[in-house]
Every structure is written in C-alpha cells, then in structure tokens.
C-alpha cells in the first residue's frame, strides 16, 4: 500500500471564515477534502467523494460520580470527512478527551448515535480501523523499539516478514531507523512519542486519534514534532483527530478547529482553517494565523473557559 | 609529619578499595556479633562450668573458667568456634551419604525444599491468575487464602502427614506439601499486584488493538508481573526452606535438617543443633542467590535500567 497520496491542495486566501456567532453549535459544512483514491479504496466499497471519517450525532455522556452526574458531553454534533486534521481544543473537562475515547470505543455515550468509517464504533475498534496515541508514549518498557512497533502486528497476527518489514517502514517514517535494538529508556520523550506514533500507523488505520501527544514535551520540541507531525500527515493522507490545549498548535496543524467549553462538555465553535499543506512554523507569524488563534481565543472565552 | 604525610596515601588508598569499601561494612557487623556472642556463651555457661568443677571439688581459676565455658560438651551456648567445628566436621569428615554427614540432611530437605517451592509457585500463580480474571473467584478465594496463612503451620503439620500418610503419600511428597502450603502464599499476593500492574494506558492501548484476553496476559500483565514475581520468589524460597524442615519435625523423620534439630534437642546435643542452623542457614542464603541471579538475567534479557 503506497504512503504517498495524492492530495489536492485547498488555498484560502483569507485563512478562514469568520461567523459573527461563535457561540452557538455550527454544523459544519463538509467540503470534499480528501479524495482518496488509492488506500482506502481497497478498504471501503464506498467511493463517494464526501464520504466521513467520523460522523457523530447528539451524543452525549453522563459520568455517575460520587459527587452526583456530571456530564462529559452534552448534545455533540460533529462531521469529520475523510482527510481531515481536526483539532479539538478547550480547557480540563471539556470532555475532549472523553470525545476521543468514545469516537475509539474506549468509552460508551449514553446517548446519541456515532458513525466511524460508516460503522458503529465498536466494529470500527474490532476493525482495527484506528491508530490511538496517548498522551505518554505508553511503550512497553521490556520490549526494544523495535519490537514495540511490531506489537499490534503481533496481535493482529500480521505475518513475520510482514511485521520486520512494516517496523523498519514506519520507523524510518518518524526518523528513528537504527533504534531498533534500543529500549524505550533509552530514547528521549520525543522520540519515545515518535515511536508511539509509528505503532498507531504501522497496521495503517485511516483514522489517528491522538489524545495531547505532545502535552508532556518542551516546547522546542513540540514544534519540530508539529512540523513532522504536519509532513506525516501529508504523506500518509490519514484522517487525524487531535486533542490539544495549545491555540498556537491547534491553528498550525489543523484544517478544521472544534472549540469546546465545560460543564457541560460542549461544542462552542468549528473553525475552518486552510493553510497550504506545506506550512511552516513562520506562518504563525501571518495576520491569517493570528486571525484565528483570536478568533479561538474569543470562543474559549464566549465558553466561559477563563473563568475561575 | 613525615611520617603522616607518607602513611596517609596508603591510608586512604585502602579505605578507597572497592572490595574494602564493599565488604567492610558487613565484616564489622559480623566481627560485632561474634564478639556479642562469645560474651553470651561465657555469661550463659558459667553456671554449668562452676557446677562442674564445684561437683568435682577441684579449685579453678577464673581464665579456667571461662576457657571451659567455650570448651563444654553441652553448653547451653556453644562458642561460634565450636560451632564451626562441629559444622566443618560434619561437613567433611563424612562421606556425603553416611547419616552423620550434614551434607545429607542438607540434601535430604533440599529436594523437599525446590519440590516444594516448585509446588508452591504454580500454585501460587494459578491462584493469581483466577484472582485477576474474577471478581466472583476473588471474593471467594481471597478470605480463604488468607485463612490458610493463619493457622500454625506445626499444628498443621501433623495433620497434614497423618492424612497423607493415610492415603498412601510418604518421605518426600508430604513435606514437599506442607513447603508448598506456606511458600504459595507471598507468590499469590505478588503476582496478583503484579498482574494488575499495567498502566491503564497500555490496557487501552491493547483494547484499541482488539486484543483477546490471552494476548493481554500474555504480551502485557504478565511481562509487568515479571518484577513482582521475583520478589515474591525470593520470601517463598526462604518460606519453603522453612516449611520442609518444620516438616521433618512432628514425623520423626530419621533424616533431613529437621531430623537433625529435633535429635540435637533430645539428646541435649546444643552444638549439633547450631551446626544444622547454619547448615540451613548457607541453604537459605544460596536460594537467594540463586533467585536473585535468575532475576538479573531475566531483568537483562527485559533491559531493564541498569
């Protein structure tokens, strides 16, 4: 299966579209964004241009707790097509995370009706239909870097050639090629991170939920992880879901912004953003950038989220 | 100062030896003890020695005295050096199978020992294993084991031997049995925290991979109980030592450490008693050791962090 897709490019002068309400739940507008020809194709028989990567309709999540119900999401629409790199932004308990983990299977809404890959859920996760990366690398610490990357091929029974195949593949992807034999003590954060991120590919789902991957790194070395990130992204075509506390990050890697407020865990604002593919870190610099790192700011704010 | 000048170097070149700097510490501790209880084996016999000579009517000296109380056939504390004497003589002065040979006995509760421990570590992971995958096998298990643990193992004994004595198990099995009932039990409580002891993460991580059950246990709670096994491996070693030879007690076993401890009391032989403790003592110490080497090839085969 070849990494590299063809993607067209999407220049927006203006950077963005400003809706004058930022605070009531938009439903987005689906533009075509990936036309994926070649990977998926294989996978699915759908061939519709427009088809989602994650649609997600008034779902919400109650947790019980000791202290009475709290509600992690609270009515959340969301449609993610295909090719996406959806950023999803808000301060602790916005339920962003919670958003995530029940787009992964990893938890169950109490209501509402979501839709991974055109199915449920839990087919998606029994698919292996996506690549989870946490916030700590979460390497199993008795195994080399190597042998870290073939584990879900292991579990998903992937052939032995296969597997030494796909480890030096994805390892070379993130720029690690002769760590092999290494353990992951012996890797810096970021490159334990990077490890992390070539074991959610190396089965190649087409969907990469990454819950904060770089919240635990310095900030020299979050950026150079952007911008790899950004080039991994463009390479692989993959949909990308990304849960973030950094406006700065968000805006930089992001087609498309989800804002979020807490209590109750809620979408404030969805925001389009259509930088070139191939950006740099300088455009952060650019009145477009800063026009929606505002424009983020201001929905944070709209949130109620700097409040104390 | 001349002279301070030119011991000084050589001084602090010893004091910086690594095999001085290792084993000072633990020598002195030992040459401590050994001084404490040289004065203890004066203090606790010289009653017996004066006895002695006062039954005799034969005047005597105080370095007499105190020369018999670490000389005496029955002491009440025999010196270390009567100890080792004794110990070395049993030791070598025998071939390895006569029946006075240490080295037999020693043997005789080794093999219930490692049989035993065997016993005891699978049975102890077993029950682990059922711990972890039920909640209903936990609530009902758990209060039992702990029960077991509670019962004097010598009043146990007994009835252990007599009914597997009844049902045709003799010699080796039923000590063997009674190490396992006493050793599983640290195991059981390791590795259940050891089993437990992923992160959640990298539970999420494998649920995300549809992992099955077995491939969960297999590729992650069991290598994460690796740790926690070998520190319940190290007090089950020792525990099962314990529990063969407790078990050679109540049988009137003709052979083994145990055997050996309760003719010492019988015939008043303090000196062959003291010499079977530190028989069993090098046994227990050589156990760990051995543990402990098999963890460290294990820990390096896992690389973990030097």
Redesign the interface.
Known sequence: MPLQMSKSLKLDSSGATLQPDGETPLVTVIEPAGMNKTADAKLEPVASPQRLAVDVSHVSLTFETADGKVDALSDVSLQIADGEFVSFIGPSGCGKTTMLRVI?D?QQPTSGTLLVNGMSAEQA??G?R???V???P?L?????IEKNLK??L???GFSDSEQRLRAARYLALVNLTGFERK?P?QLSGGMQQRVSIARALS?DPALLLMDEPFGALDEIVRDHLNEQLLQLWDKTGKTVLFVTHSIPEAVFLSTKIVVMSPRPGRIIDIIDCNFPRERTLEIRETPEFLKIAQRVRVGLRAGHSYDE | MTSSALTLPIGRSLRQHPLLARYAPIATVVLALIAIWYVAAVLMNLALVRGGFEREETPYTVSELIAGTMSAERPLLPAPHQVIAAFVDSVFGYPPNAPRSLVYHSGVTLSATLLGFLLGAMLGIALALMIVHSRVLEKSLLPWIICSQMVPILALAPIFIVVLGAIGLQGLLPKSIISAYLCFFPITIGMVKGFTAP?P??L????????TPR?VLS??RW?SA?PYLFAGLKVAVTISLIGAIVAELPTGAEAGLGARLLAGSYYGQTIQIWSALLASAILASGLIGLVGLAERGVARQ????P
Do not use: H, N
């Open positions: 992964a990893l996760r029994l292996r996506y690549g989870y946490f916030q700590a979460a199993f610490p008795w195994r080399t584990l879900p292991e579990i998903m353990f003590w089965f | 992160d993460m990298q999420d991580l494998m649920r995300t991979w549809s992992a491939q590729k992650l290598p690796v896992m690389g973990t962090r």
